[in-house]
């Protein structure tokens, strides 16, 4: 019998990511939607989530929290999709999923709270500072047509929706090699409908 898997989400949230990866498995799931400083902080969704923040998926016995582990298990769970990485594309697929997940998080953050971090500190920090971190990620997107090697995989939808969100909101500069590889991927089926499933929710 299949598992039953559940999405905790918001539309305004990372939560639109694990969507996006869902339609990609082309999976059957539920969603549950959590209001902020609401259903997220109730006592039912601290069971699953203590840190009261979405995304976080339930499925069967496993919970799985932080979209980018949720990304990870939820490929390797349904390797059917072919979104898993094979042996010649783990090393890129992790790396880069794992500096989104790290480095380039806390530079994007550091940016949006206008903090300068003094020159003599950066190395205390995961990303350094933010041009070398968009530098570095410039490198990753110009290496090959996807991130983990010549077809589309699990890290795209994350290191992908980080890209699209950031120069949607001006997080991150419109470099060309940015633009390039967003429009490779933003157009898929997949993204395309979970897009609308989230704004629709957003409408209600």
Request: one cysteine or more; charged letters at 20%; aromatic letters at 10%.
């Amino acid at each position: 019998m299949t598992q039953k898997l559940t999405l905790y989400t918001n539309p305004m949230s990372r939560g639109r990511i694990v969507r996006w990866l869902l339609e990609e498995l082309g999976i059957e799931y539920d969603v549950k939607v959590l209001e902020y400083g609401a259903t997220m902080k109730a006592p039912e969704y601290l069971a699953i989530n203590p840190m009261g923040k979405v995304p976080a998926v339930v499925h069967g016995n496993n919970i799985v929290t932080e979209c980018a582990a949720i990304c990870t298990y939820l490929a390797e769970t349904f390797p059917e999709a072919g979104l898993a990485p094979t042996a010649e594309e783990r090393g890129a697929y992790y790396r880069w999923l794992f500096f989104a997940a790290g480095p380039l998080e806390q530079a994007i953050g550091i940016k949006a709270l206008g903090v300068d971090i003094p020159q003599d500190k950066q190395g205390m920090l995961g990303c350094g500072n933010v041009t070398l971190t968009l530098d570095t990620l410039s490198y990753a997107v110009k290496a090959n047509p996807y991130i983990a090697g010549d077809r589309f995989t699990a890290a795209d939808v994350y290191v992908g929706s980080h890209l699209g969100f950031g120069m949607q909101f001006g997080t991150i500069e419109k470099r060309p090699e940015f633009v390039s590889y967003w429009q490779r991927i933003c157009d898929r089926p997949a993204h395309i409908k979970a897009s609308q499933l989230d704004d629709q929710l957003m409408g209600k």
